[in-house]
Nanobody
Framework: QVHLVESGGGLVQAGGSLRLSCAAS??????????MAWFRQAPGKEREFVAT????????DYTDSVKGRFTISRDNYQNMVYLQMNSLKPDDTAVYYC?????????????????WGQGTQVTISS
């Protein structure tokens, strides 16, 4: 059973930074051999793609609204994935989810990902 645990959320002022962490465990799950991604969901809105890092490479992709501000990375030794978030805006307020188990039907679609963490709340005050 794949298990993902997010941490690092909190309340910060606009312009501040946060680093989210995702610890991955489970049978044969390693962040170096599985694509990983972050999604977020704001109240009353659908879950939306934020960032992804491809398996076995350093290729990354971001939604336009976070390009230049967010960075996804992984630590293969610790089996962790991170999302460094800088220059935060009130619009970034959401629950952030770590996910893996990409099924190949479109990385921006949450239905394409099989395994999810419980989420971590990020709140940005203006």
């Amino acid at each position: 059973q794949v298990h993902l645990v997010e941490s690092g959320g909190g309340l910060v002022q606009a312009g501040g930074s946060l680093r989210l962490s995702c610890a991955a465990s489970g049978l044969r799950v390693t962040v170096s051999t599985y694509s990983m991604a972050w999604f977020r969901q704001a109240p009353g809105k659908e879950r939306e793609f934020v960032a992804t890092i491809y398996r076995s490479s350093d290729t990354t992709d971001y939604t336009d609204s976070v390009k230049g501000r967010f960075t996804i990375s992984r630590d293969n030794y610790q089996n962790m994935v991170y999302l460094q978030m800088n220059s935060l805006k009130p619009d970034d307020t959401a629950v952030y989810y770590c996910t893996t188990g990409y099924g190949g039907t479109g990385r921006y679609d949450p239905n394409a990902w099989a395994y999810w963490g419980q989420g971590t709340q990020v709140t940005i005050s203006s």
